[in-house]
């Protein structure tokens, strides 16, 4: 049973940063792409950044220069390092797992941020 688990979501005032965290079970993390979303109500769910089994990193026009995705295979996690926070990054943030079969998907993190 695949599980994705995410954590570190909250208020924080626009210009201020906050690492949102997901820790996966019941895949072979090491070898999956693995990306962040986000959701605002009524809105579709957009990709803010993806990380490939080697690294690779890839991120969304909006949030390029402020946020970093990053890896730790050990530890079956993948993190979201964003900075200079700005109103209209508000959104529920999603872990997921992407693969060719299916994608999995964490229940999300809300992130508020305030101006």
């Known amino acids: 049973q695949v599980q994705l688990v995410e954590s570190g979501g909250g208020l924080v005032q626009a210009g201020g940063s906050l690492r949102v965290s997901c820790v996966a079970s019941?895949?072979?993390?090491?070898?999956?792409?693995m990306g962040w979303y986000r959701q605002d109500p009524g809105k579709e769910r957009k990709v803010v950044s993806v990380?490939?089994?080697?690294?690779?990193?890839t991120y969304s026009d909006f949030v390029k220069s402020r946020f970093t995705i990053s890896r730790e295979n050990d530890k079956k996690t993948v993190y979201l390092q964003m900075n200079s926070l700005k109103a209209e990054d508000t959104a529920i943030y999603f872990c997921?797992?992407?693969?060719?079969?299916?994608?999995?998907w964490g229940q999300g993190t809300q992130v508020t941020v305030s101006s």
């Open positions: 997921c797992a992407l693969s060719i079969s299916r994608n999995f």
């Open positions: 990380i490939s089994s080697a690294g690779r990193t």
């Open positions: 019941g895949i072979i993390f090491s070898t999956n792409t």
